[in-house]
């Protein structure tokens, strides 16, 4: 019994090393087990001839993986995107011809909450934690035992996928709250997991690999900075983080609601963004800022309202003290709203009328949330940023990548989006 399992497995998988595996999708693959540790997962099996979103899981150590897709379709063309774990753009809107394939290469993150020992930043070894992850985030993709992969479009046509340990990417860790973290259902996005997709190379055989950063979420809906810290999200990123990898930070949106004794944007708020910089730089990171993005709130001029108040003054006093690199996301957003203006500005967020989607119980009147095309957009004006600080990281960016500007925003008309099969009314924690 146990040799023909392995006659089975091998049948399925053509493994290159022992390091690396490659699934054949064009032979029959199992459903996902724990024992089995790979397979169709999710929603139903795809047949020869669906044209349905599907998923494929494998059970891997955490660490980075450098991922490769063949994408198409000897019988049929093909229309394919490719998302990982909880719904990260790697490929947008793969189009195939009939008999034509593709590849695409990107590097994913799995981890679990455990937190083994590691040298602290006062030279001494930590007692082994875990992240105090929140109840909606337990069984997520982000936290689980698995490496996940959604392929979604009119025609997915998926021919392999290679996964293989990745140690030698820099890293990218980002924290912050719900305008951030990998939202794991529709309608809702946020840019965090837009900004993998400018981080994506089409694989060229002729060509050694440029691809060499890892994109780490770790935020969550309704943190602030000091939650983040006593969930052992940071402390997380500490065991894990190497010389030369980044920290972003973007907070404020919950912050400002805290109340009491030394809160406010100018104690609390400055101090918990000390402590990230003084961490960071221990462990011989760089951390980057970013100011919160703004809400959608217009006066009667058709002008953003700052309903931050002194949290974007008080991050950027922060980051020109301790010569932090500092991304003004709440300048850009609020071009971005003015510029599509107080009706056209729905479209970036969840604002959708009742029978929008078939599951919808409820308009969404949402003005601080974003839906996929206005996360998309706020992950341009991140990397924007970053080409305006000289940010060694934009050598490393997609060959498709084109300059942005808020004042000329994409048409939302024309945003290509399939939704994903998993899906939530429910609003993400914080406002």
Same mark, same amino acid.
């Given at each position: #019994?146990?040799?023909?399992?392995?006659?089975?497995?091998?049948?399925?998988?053509?493994?290159?090393?022992?390091?690396?595996?490659?699934?054949?999708?064009?032979?029959?693959?199992?459903?996902?087990?724990?024992?089995?540790?790979?397979?169709?997962?999710?929603?139903?099996?795809?047949?020869?001839?669906?044209?349905?979103?599907?998923?494929?899981?494998?059970?891997?150590?955490?660490?980075?993986?450098?991922?490769?897709?063949?994408?198409?379709?000897?019988?049929?063309?093909?229309?394919?995107?490719?998302?990982?774990?909880?719904?990260? #753009? #790697?490929?947008?809107?793969?189009?195939?011809?009939?008999?034509? !394939?593709?590849?695409?290469?990107?590097?994913?993150?799995?981890?679990?909450?455990?937190?083994?020992?590691?040298?602290?930043?006062?030279?001494?070894?930590?007692?082994?934690?875990?992240?105090?992850?929140?109840?909606?985030?337990?069984?997520?993709?982000?936290?689980?035992?698995?490496?996940?992969?959604?392929?979604?479009?009119?025609?997915?046509?998926?021919?392999?996928?290679?996964?293989?340990?990745?140690?030698?990417?820099?890293?990218?860790?980002?924290?912050?709250?719900?305008?951030?973290?990998?939202?794991?259902?529709?309608?809702?996005?946020?840019?965090?997991?837009? !900004?993998?997709?400018?981080?994506?190379?089409?694989?060229?055989?002729?060509?050694?690999?440029?691809?060499?950063?890892?994109?780490?979420?770790?935020?969550?809906?309704?943190?602030?900075?000091?939650? !983040?810290?006593?969930?052992?999200?940071?402390?997380?990123?500490?065991?894990?983080?190497?010389?030369?990898?980044?920290?972003?930070?973007?907070?404020?949106?919950?912050?400002?609601?805290?109340?009491?004794?030394?809160?406010?944007?100018?104690?609390?708020?400055?101090?918990?963004?000390?402590?990230?910089?003084?961490?960071?730089?221990?462990?011989?990171?760089?951390?980057?800022?970013?100011?919160?993005?703004?809400?959608?709130?217009?006066?009667?001029?058709?002008?953003?309202?700052?309903?931050?108040?002194?949290?974007?003054?008080?991050?950027?006093?922060?980051?020109?003290?301790?010569?932090?690199?500092?991304?003004?996301?709440?300048?850009?957003?609020?071009?971005?709203?003015?510029? #599509?203006?107080?009706?056209?500005?729905?479209?970036?967020?969840?604002?959708?009328?009742?029978?929008?989607?078939?599951?919808?119980?409820?308009?969404?009147?949402?003005?601080?949330?974003?839906?996929?095309?206005?996360?998309?957009?706020?992950?341009?004006?991140?990397?924007?940023?970053?080409?305006?600080?000289?940010?060694?990281?934009?050598?490393?960016?997609?060959?498709?990548?084109?300059?942005?500007?808020?004042?000329?925003?994409?048409?939302?008309?024309?945003?290509?989006?399939?939704?994903?099969?998993?899906?939530?009314?429910?609003?993400?924690?914080?406002?």
């Amino acid at each position: #019994m146990k040799i023909l399992t392995i006659l089975a497995f091998l049948s399925s998988c053509v493994v290159a090393t022992a390091q690396e595996i490659t699934y054949d999708l064009t032979k029959q693959q199992p459903r996902y087990s724990e024992a089995q540790g790979y397979g169709y997962d999710v929603v139903e099996t795809p047949t020869a001839k669906s044209v349905s979103p599907f998923y494929f899981s494998a059970k891997v150590p955490d660490g980075n993986y450098r991922v490769t897709v063949r994408l198409g379709s000897k019988k049929r063309e093909g229309e394919t995107t490719v998302r990982a774990e909880s719904r990260r #753009m #790697m490929v947008e809107k793969c189009v195939t011809r009939k008999g034509e !394939f593709r590849e695409f290469s990107f590097i994913v993150n799995k981890r679990s909450i455990d937190i083994p020992s590691y040298i602290g930043i006062d030279g001494k070894p930590t007692q082994p934690s875990v992240v105090r992850i929140k109840p909606g985030e337990v069984g997520s993709f982000t936290w689980d035992e698995k490496l996940t992969l959604e392929f979604n479009g009119a025609s997915p046509c998926v021919q392999s996928i290679k996964m293989e340990p990745d140690t030698t990417a820099t890293n990218i860790f980002l924290c912050g709250n719900s305008t951030v973290v990998d939202q794991g259902t529709e309608p809702w996005a946020s840019w965090g997991q837009m !900004f993998t997709r400018w981080f994506v190379e089409q694989s060229l055989n002729t060509h050694p690999s440029t691809l060499n950063i890892s994109i780490a979420n770790y935020a969550e809906s309704g943190l602030t900075a000091t939650s !983040f810290m006593a969930q052992n999200r940071l402390e997380k990123i500490l065991s894990v983080i190497r010389e030369g990898d980044y920290v972003i930070c973007e907070f404020g949106h919950n912050d400002e609601k805290e109340k009491g004794p030394g809160t406010g944007a100018w104690y609390h708020y400055s101090v918990a963004l000390k402590k990230f910089v003084d961490m960071v730089r221990a462990k011989k990171g760089n951390i980057i800022f970013c100011t919160p993005t703004q809400r959608r709130f217009f006066d009667a001029e058709g002008k953003i309202k700052n309903t931050h108040g002194d949290f974007p003054a008080a991050m950027k006093a922060v980051a020109e003290r301790e010569n932090v690199p500092l991304i003004d996301l709440s300048a850009e957003t609020k071009t971005l709203f003015e510029t #599509m203006g107080v009706e056209g500005s729905k479209h970036l967020l969840v604002h959708y009328p009742m029978g929008t989607f078939p599951w919808q119980q409820k308009k969404f009147s949402d003005n601080t949330h974003f839906n996929p095309f206005g996360a998309y957009e706020v992950s341009k004006l991140v990397v924007m940023g970053l080409k305006r600080l000289n940010s060694p990281l934009v050598q490393y960016l997609s060959s498709d990548w084109k300059d942005f500007s808020p004042s000329q925003p994409d048409d939302w008309q024309t945003f290509y989006w399939p939704l994903s099969p998993v899906y939530d009314g429910k609003k993400p924690d914080g406002n």
